[in-house]
Every structure is written in C-alpha cells, then in structure tokens.
C-alpha cells in the first residue's frame, strides 16, 4: 500500500532554515509528481510545491524564493528546503501524491519562532 512518511520538522528562529524530507513507498515513485501542502492552525490545507516526474517545480507564491523542491528517485523520497523562514510558514507539513485516490503522510509540525 502507498505510505509516506514525513521527517525534518521542528522549531527554528526567524531566518532560519529547515529540510524536509518525505519517503516514499508502495509505488513507482518516479513515474508520478509529489507534492508538499502545509496546514497552519485554523487555516485550510494549501498547496506549496510541486514536483512532476521530469523533475519540473512549482511553488506558492508566498513560498517562491526561499523554498526548493527536490526529489531522489534512487531513494523514493521527495525533500523541501526551506531558507528564510518566517513565522508565517508555521505549519504542519505534509507529503502528498495522487495514486489513483490522495494519499497524505502524517505530517510534519515547522514551527518558526523567536
């Protein structure tokens, strides 16, 4: 069955950077684009990055700039490096593909804080 698993969350300053990474499993992970969406509190899930199988991207225009989409298909996983954050980008983060149906990790909580 498709699982992912997201990892690299935590606490950090203003300015600071963070790197997600999601693993992959279940299917052929590089025949199809992932994606990472965040959720912040009492806000609605959105999208923020976008990464097809040819390795194309798209981000967020709030994102654009600071963060970077990236995938390895040798290890079936999907990574986010996010420069420059703000509190604003405090979220939970989540790995997303479309399987047939949408399949979401657990997520991950950024939290960006002085």
């Known amino acids: 069955q498709v699982q992912l698993v997201e990892s690299g969350g935590g606490l950090v300053q203003p300015g600071g950077s963070l790197r997600l990474s999601c693993a992959a499993s279940g299917f052929t992970f590089s025949s199809y684009a992932m994606n990472w969406y965040r959720q912040a509190p009492g806000k609605q899930r959105e999208l923020v990055a976008i990464i097809t199988r040819g390795g194309s991207t798209n981000y967020a225009d709030s994102v654009k700039g600071r963060f970077t989409i990236s995938r390895d298909n040798t290890k079936n996983t999907v990574y986010l490096q996010m420069n420059s954050l703000k509190p604003e980008d405090t979220a939970v983060y989540y790995c997303?593909?479309?399987?047939?149906?949408?399949?979401w990790g657990q997520g991950t909580q950024v939290t960006v804080s002085s």
């Open positions: 997303n593909v479309m399987v047939g149906n949408a399949y």
